[in-house]
T-cell receptor, first 117, second 110 residues
Framework: DAGVIQSPRHEVTEMGQEVTLRCKPI?????LFWYRQTMMRGLELLIY????????DSGMPEDRFSAKMPNASFSTLKIQPSEPRDSAVYFC???????????????FGSGTRLTVV | GENVEQHPSTLSVQEGDSAVIKCTYS??????FPWYKQELGKRPQLIID?????GEKKDQRIAVTLNKTAKHFSLHITETQPEDSAVYFC?????????FGTGTRLQVFP
């Protein structure tokens, strides 16, 4: 299994531009989570999906952020327009809720380091 | 909702000594408590976890203890090595999602 795959690994963009981050969860995992990590705020949960349906988006900072999961193998996090304060590492993670015996722990992707200048 | 507090925020130990990181949680319904290790520039990775029906779990040099009554759980690393240097996150899972602590930066000096 290739694990959770995120792209791009690094993104540098100018303020005001649209940024799209991509995530492919582990095959068979039915939950997907988007986190943002900064030194000041640690790991923040932005939004998560269960069976492709958004369950809780209370962590999305503002309307400039949106996330979609059109199918079980793909999700995007979009920022439009981007601002310098959006600079952070964005992690995607997936897990399975089907098997109560298996671990409920999340598997994280390698992250996307976003820099908005 | 669930709230997880983690202490200390930084911890420095000499190689070979033990390190202990403590977390408390607020939601008595939480039933799963994983620990993640994040090395510099890398992703958080699960190192050990414990469920609410178990009081202690050990895997080589690392162990986790859980006190459900007090809503405390702790990570213990024995015989620390320089490669244990990283940021460690605790987390608690209630009905639907993991809530992470703020992290502990562990430095092991040779």
């Amino acid at each position: 299994d290739a694990g959770v795959i995120q792209s791009p690994r690094h993104e540098v963009t100018e303020m005001g531009q649209e940024v799209t981050l991509r995530c492919k969860p582990i095959s068979g995992h039915n939950s997907l989570f988007w986190y943002r990590q900064t030194m000041m705020r640690g790991l923040e949960l932005l939004i998560y999906f269960n069976n492709n349906v958004p369950i809780d988006d209370s962590g999305m900072p503002e309307d400039r952020f949106s996330a979609k999961m059109p199918n079980a193998s793909f999700s995007t996090l979009k920022i439009q327009p981007s601002e310098p304060r959006d600079s952070a590492v964005y992690f995607c993670a997936s897990s399975s809720t089907y098997n109560s015996v298996s671990n409920y722990g999340y598997t994280f992707g390698s992250g996307t380091r976003l820099t908005v200048v | 909702g669930e709230n997880v507090e983690q202490h200390p925020s930084t911890l420095s130990v000499q190689e070979g000594d033990s390190a202990v990181i403590k977390c408390t949680y607020s939601d008595s319904a939480s039933n799963y408590f994983p620990w993640y290790k994040q090395e510099l520039g890398k992703r958080p990775q699960l190192i050990i976890d414990i469920r609410s029906n178990v009081g202690e779990k050990k895997d080589q040099r690392i162990a986790v203890t859980l006190n459900k009554t007090a809503k405390h759980f702790s990570l213990h690393i024995t015989e620390t090595q320089p490669e244990d240097s990283a940021v460690y996150f605790c987390a608690a899972k209630g009905t639907d999602k993991l809530i992470f602590g703020t992290g502990t930066r562990l430095q092991v000096f040779p």
